[in-house]
T-cell receptor
Framework: AQSVTQLGSHVSVSEGALVLLRCNYSSSVPPYLFWYVQYPNQGLQLLLKYTSAATLVKGINGFEAEFKKSETSFHLTKPSAHMSDAAEYFC?????????????FGGGTRLMVKP | GAVVSQHPSRVICKSGTSVKIECRSLDFQATTMFWYRQFPKQSLMLMAT?????????EQGVEKDKFLINHASLTLSTLTVTSAHPEDSSFYICSAPPLAGSGANVLTFGAGSRLTVL
């Protein structure tokens, strides 16, 4: 069984400040991990993914995440927040042999960026 | 890249009516489609998996007769919310598994359909 926990349903940062969105996972098999972003009334867009290669993964829009097996974490970061980063972010996990490639999502974190 | 077109993006209907949501894979074939539901301010929950040429697989707690899923062709999967009620109001999103060679487990999502039942 797999599960994902995102600490903090809401995160507020000032424009230009560091963004840190936390994600911890539980998986009985080596996980594949993903971060998705959802803008209002839109579907999900893939930000980045970890698939057992480099532990530091760089994604789109300046985001990156680091896979830490010892901490079972995959936190999302961005050095400097932009107003356009305000959205809902979801961490998700699947297993490499997961039939159908289904994802298990975390509860989501709403990022608010203050001017 | 792969694109999944989902329609309609928004629909408002009266209680008791049925609503059909379509998901089409553009320029690729999807033998499987996943249907998710998202309640306000909550995460996405997998409802069911549609399979071309066979019955859909529903997750525990999802009413098969309420949410009819049909995978009519290799490019089209539909979700019909039958006899909709206000509690069915939600955001429904479909996704298709990755194309061969596109990378492991990267699903392609539709833009979602917001259903409001009055």
């Amino acid at each position: 069984a797999q599960s994902v926990t995102q600490l903090g349903s809401h995160v507020s940062v000032s424009e230009g400040a560091l963004v840190l969105l936390r994600c911890n996972y539980s998986s009985s098999v080596p996980p594949y991990l993903f971060w998705y972003v959802q803008y209002p009334n839109q579907g999900l867009q893939l930000l980045l993914k970890y698939t057992s290669a480099a532990t530091l993964v760089k994604g789109i829009n300046g985001f990156e995440a680091e896979f830490k097996k010892s901490e079972t974490s995959f936190h999302l970061t961005k050095p400097s927040a932009h107003m356009s980063d305000a959205a809902e972010y979801f961490c998700a996990v699947s297993g490499p042999n997961n039939a159908g490639n289904m994802l298990t999502f975390g509860g989501g974190t709403r990022l608010m960026v203050k001017p | 890249g792969a694109v999944v077109s989902q329609h309609p993006s928004r629909v408002i209907c009266k209680s008791g009516t049925s609503v059909k949501i379509e998901c089409r894979s553009l320029d690729f074939q999807a033998t499987t489609m996943f249907w998710y539901r998202q309640f306000p301010k909550q995460s996405l929950m997998l409802m069911a998996t549609s399979n071309e040429g066979s019955k859909a697989t529903y997750e525990q707690g999802v009413e098969k007769d309420k949410f009819l899923i049909n995978h009519a062709s290799l490019t089209l999967s539909t979700l019909t919310v039958t006899s909709a009620h206000p509690e069915d109001s939600s955001f429904y999103i479909c996704s298709a598994p990755p194309l061969a060679g596109s990378g492991a487990n990267v699903l392609t999502f539709g833009a979602g359909s917001r259903l409001t039942v009055l």
